[in-house]
């Protein structure tokens, strides 16, 4: 047989598929990146999804995204709107609000696809702060995955500009309102704020041009930066491999779980799904910003009772709290304090929280890789400043609807805010030394439990007469679990290369200190030998 004629038949036998792969394989040689992809391990922890909703959320977010751009206008010119919705019928707005009715009551399946979009926008900023939260405390943002974090935070960041930006686009009276706080926000800030408000605005506000470049960035800008930021947190997750949950033999080349391809591939698809489905029907069943209810923008009147989307309530909510009184003329120009005050506050906790990893490294010393994931009880210090911040935050976004706890209350105004007020002012250090507190109280119990065992509830008689309860041992891995842990010591001040101790070695050494200072040691493998035989 010539090699003619079997060639063919070989390509026929293979079927396209081959063929394809054949084609790929022969132009990319990318079987390898694709087996070596597959062969990465996966931890099967529940906690490890909060990343996927993240990712699948995100996904459903492009998908009715790109529905919604086909029927919205991003335009401002006014018209006289005329479709289904008969209590708007012949009132003049702009043709985004015209173009946003019409998608909710004219265009079929588009008030589903405007309730998705949003759902799935609220609950994408939110997987990626409880992401964050579980990595926070168990310890995953240590080397080598220091970069990953500040990725991940300005992937938040993104997150919620994006989730701002799509808010506003309608131009009803609520987003109006919101846009009215951010260029009161912007003119606050002395010498410029006029300048760059007239910039965004396209003039005085509202101006003439804000819907289409918030348009812009809504569906290009800021979409290109996220999916940038998640291809790159993707990347350096399987460049790092993942972390684990402590447990016997562990390490970093000894990962638990399952390989991409096939099973966690099926798996990760089913779950997608499923997410895709929840967004679906809440969608269906709870409505979410009717716009219909608040007609479109007019600058006289304010709507009571509305609030922000969650994640911009802590920004809302910190200028509520600020007394009044706090601006005066100087140099011919008025200083806001009442404005200046929040950005300052919260310009310097995004910038503490972003670069924390590396805040912690510098003050602990500790320049060692970590594979293997702490419990919260085990890093007393590092889980009572985050119980701090997460107070911080709560506080703001309480804030945010100071209006309606006071009338479901039926609390005064005043009251609500000075509750509040000490709340974000007195909260965080509360909260760090309960948190703390809680924290070694539990790590006393594991070091009781890791030395005698559980209490069985069986109660035996000793010939002497003396009755004691009878305490049942740990298998290898709960044992593991409970002593598995790092006991870090505070630095120690040693002189530099010139002989002298600086004053920037003594406050690190200070805040080390401070870090360490109430610790308890794990058990030793001594004391675990002394507990047995006692037992």
Known sequence: MSTTTAAPRAAKKGGFTAAAANYLEDRTSMSAAVREFGRKIFPDHWSFLLGEVALYSFIVILLSGTFLTFFFQASQASVIYDGSFVPLKGVEMSSAMSSTLNISFDIRGGLLMRQVHHWAALLFVASIGLHMLRIYFTGAFRKPRELNWVIGFVLFILAMAEGFTGYSLPDDLLSGNGLRIIDGLIKGIPLVGTWISFLLFGGEFPGTAIVGRLYTLHI????????????????????????????????????????????????????????????????????????????????????????????????????????????????????????????????????????????????????????????????????????????????????????????????????????????????PFVAFFIAKRVCLALQKKDRSIALHGYESGRIVRLPGGEYIEVHERLDEYERWRLVSFESYQPLMLRPNSRGKITVGQRVRAGISRWFFEDRIAPVTMRELEEGHGHH
Not at 286 to 313: K, M
Not at 314 to 334: K, Q, S, Y
Not at 336 to 360: A, D, R
């Open 220 to 427: 290009l800008l800021l979409p290109a930066l996220v999916l940038a930021m998640i291809a790159l947190h993707l990347l350096f997750v399987v460049v790092h491999k993942h972390t684990q949950y402590a447990g016997p033999g562990r390490t970093q080349e000894n990962v638990i779980g399952y390989p991409v391809l096939p099973v966690y591939a099926a798996k990760a698809g089913g779950f997608f799904f499923i997410v895709f489905g929840v967004v679906v029907l809440m969608a269906s069943f709870f409505t979410i910003n009717p716009i219909w209810n608040y007609g479109p923008y007019d600058p006289s009147p304010v709507s009571a009772g509305t609030q922000p989307d969650w994640y911009i309530g802590f920004a809302d909510g910190a200028l509520r709290l600020i007394p009044p009184g706090w601006e005066f003329v100087w140099l011919n120009h008025t200083w806001s304090f009442n404005i200046l005050t929040p950005l300052i506050v919260i310009g310097v906790f995004i910038v503490l929280v972003m670069f924390y990893p590396f805040i912690e490294s510098w003050i602990t010393g500790d320049r060692r890789e970590h594979h293997i994931l702490d419990r919260p009880r085990n890093a007393p210090t590092r889980t009572a400043i985050g119980a701090a911040g997460v107070t911080f935050y709560a506080g703001l976004w309480a804030a945010a609807s100071s209006d309606l706890i006071a009338t479901h209350f039926m609390l005064t105004i005043e009251g609500v805010i000075h509750a509040i007020q000490a709340i974000v002012v007195l909260g």
